[in-house]
């Protein structure tokens, strides 16, 4: 076993060395404009992403969503049950989440919104989401959060967005719609899939050990 | 240039939080690392991927560990009750070595679980997994192949005598091994105690504290006690295969020791 | 450089990585390996798109050459999958812990 993994790192160092004195020849690549401006976006990773690679995409967001189903079905019925410790009722954090709140989301949708001309895009916005969604359990108290946040309605709202998103894709590649209206379409559905997917992980984390 | 030295730093934040002890610089040193490669990709015309990797890599990935963090699961401590150290308190527990464990706990990221079980049963408990620690009052015995953490309380093994009678002792301490082959064994100190107020043996071989235990609880009025040469030590005990645990125990009883916070309980529960 | 200086790094974060997932016997200290070792890939990959004096792949930013837009696309979601595998396996590990009172890789193996 010590063996194997020396040989491997030993491997990984060589491939270093064979990469640093030049032996692997490192192509140009072929120029992107072109491709982005096919796609109608500035953004050329966006026209990669959510144009020519859309339907990996999709996939990988399904990859997520069965994770996510895992975690779930995993933590299922894991309650502590201990003594919970009181939430951080602290003026401090409540008030700064109060105040961070808005601006998060803000910036959140603006990464929707223009992620097919700059850098952004679903999936930071999405993780952003999430953690906004963090910062108001850190400040609410996750049992009070998620009561008011129906978990199966959330979870139920996951299922249809990944049907939108196979909707989307076929709307896109097969009837060729190449318009900046699907990325932001997608870009939304995506960030969605993101943020529900790490508050479900976070609030199942949250529960089964007690606190935020 | 900006991109080796952030290189540099990313992989000194690397060093640092993979070698450390804590889990918890752990996971905070990954995160910080995770942020300074977010600033690399922005270097590296990839501001997309800098973006995604600030959000997630930084942002949920940390919360996800320290969530996961906060209690993964616990550890089963068999003990067997001795005032001051671990002892009984209302429908709670207290005494020296909880206040250490409760302690511990918290520095490994750990509950805890007290099953009071008779002495002479620990050892067996350890070895097949069913608890992680030795504790109340445990004398260490070095040919049981436990693990033993430094004494934490010094101690002396006395010889009470009480009349005329076969000797007693508890099976699995080194008190047993001060038993004549006469004398009879028994589970557990509460057990010898009981035995020896109802005179079923004469003498018994116990430690200091015991014996302070039996005379506030009066279960004799006059007795005759006798030192045992040899020092002895109460510790914790670990079972040999659970490395880990032992080397994180040991180094926080070092941390405890150093700070003057051993020596301040100490002088709490024994003035 | 700046693109060697990425490769050179990601191939040591991978070992870096790889040696913790197999040295370390806590199986959270081997996911924080497996993390360091999946970052390692993630440099590997974003700094090949990378030539000396491009821009972002982005238009309008500037005359010159842009980074090749395909390989940061296959990263930035690879980054999202990393983040929901590693949810999983937490997720695994509250519950070995919760049934088998460890995380000691050796001591899971041995007990069963």
């Known amino acids: ?52 690679r859309l339907w990996d995409t999709i996939f990988e967001v399904l990859v997520y969503v069965v994770a996510m189903v895992g975690v779930r079905f995993f933590l299922l019925g894991m309650r502590w049950h201990g003594e919970l410790p009181p939430v951080a009722e602290t003026p401090l954090l409540r008030r700064s989440a109060d105040l961070l709140l808005g601006p998060v989301l803000v910036f959140a949708l603006y990464l929707v919104a223009s992620g097919h001309i700059g850098p952004g895009g679903g999936f930071p916005a999405g993780a952003i989401l999430g953690s ?22 959330l979870e139920r709202l996951e299922y249809v967005v990944v049907v939108f998103l196979l909707f989307l894709g076929a709307v896109v590649l097969i009837l060729g719609v190449r318009a900046p209206a699907a990325f932001v379409a997608a870009n939304l559905l995506v960030a ?20 935020v | 240039m900006v991109a080796v030295l952030l290189c540099v730093l990313a992989l000194a934040l690397a060093i640092f939080a993979l070698t450390g002890k804590r889990l918890l610089w752990g996971v905070i040193g990954v995160g910080a690392h995770s ?37 993964t699961g616990k550890i089963v401590v068999a003990a067997s009750p001795l005032y001051p150290l671990l002892y009984p308190e209302g429908a709670g527990i207290a005494g020296l070595e909880w206040e250490i464990l409760t302690r511990f706990a918290r520095w490994y990221h750990r509950d805890l679980e007290l099953i009071w079980v008779p002495r002479a049963e620990i050892p067996r408990l350890l070895r097949s997994g069913e608890a992680h620690l030795g ?33 007693g002792a508890v099976a699995g301490e080194p008190t047993g091994k001060h038993a004549d ?34 005379t506030m609880q009066d279960l004799f009025s006059e007795a005759e006690t006798q030192l045992v040469p040899g020092e002895y030590g109460f510790a914790l005990a670990v079972p040999p295969q659970d490395e880990e645990l032992y080397r994180s125990l040991t180094e926080f009883l070092a941390e405890l020791e150093k700070s003057g916070e051993l020596a301040e309980l100490l002088r709490r529960y024994l003035g | 450089m ?15 990585g790889l040696w913790v997932m197999v040295s370390r016997r806590n199986l959270v200290w081997k996911l924080l390996g497996l993390g360091v070792a999946s970052g390692g890939s993630i440099l590997f990959l974003v700094a090949l798109s990378h030539r000396p004096g491009v821009r972002p792949p982005i238009l309008g930013l500037g005359p010159g050459p842009a980074a090749d837009p395909l390989p940061q696309a296959l990263v930035l979601t690879a ?14 590990v509250i519950l070995l812990t919760e049934h088998r009172h460890t995380q000691d890789s050796r001591r899971l193996e041995e007990e069963e």
């Open chain 1, 1 to 52: 076993m010590k063996f194997l993994l020396v040989c491997g790192l030993a491997g990984l160092l060589g491939l270093l060395g064979a990469g640093l004195i030049g032996i692997w020849p490192r192509p140009e690549f072929p120029d992107s404009d072109p491709v982005a401006k096919a796609w109608g976006v500035a953004n050329a990773v966006a026209a990669v992403v959510l144009g020519v």
């Open chain 1, 132 to 153: 906004a969604l963090l910062l108001l359990a850190l400040a609410k108290g996750v049992e009070r959060l998620s009561a008011e946040l129906y978990e199966p309605r």
């Open chain 1, 192 to 211: 969605v899939e993101v943020a529900i997917g790490a508050w479900a992980v976070l609030h199942r984390f949250a529960s089964a050990r007690g606190e």
């Open chain 2, 35 to 71: 942020l300074v490669l977010a600033g690399l990709y922005l270097v590296l015309a990839a501001p997309d991927v800098a973006l995604t990797e600030a959000a997630v890599g930084f942002g949920l990935v940390t919360f996800v560990y320290l969530l996961a963090l906060r209690r």
């Open chain 2, 135 to 167: 504790a109340g009052g445990f004398l260490p015995v070095p040919e049981d192949g436990l693990a033993y953490t430094k004494p934490l309380l010094p101690t002396r093994l006395v010889l009470v005598r009480l009349g005329e009678g076969p000797r």
């Open chain 2, 181 to 214: 082959p006469t004398g009879k064994l028994f589970e557990d100190a509460a057990e010898l105690a009981h035995a020896l107020a109802r005179g079923e043996v004469g003498e018994a071989v116990t430690d200091l504290l015991r014996l302070r235990e039996w």
């Open chain 3, 2 to 16: 700046e693109s060697l200086s990425g490769l050179s790094l990601a191939v040591v974060l991978a070992a870096l």
């Open chain 3, 79 to 92: 980054i999202v999958i990393r983040f929901a595998t590693l949810a999983l396996a937490l997720a695994l």
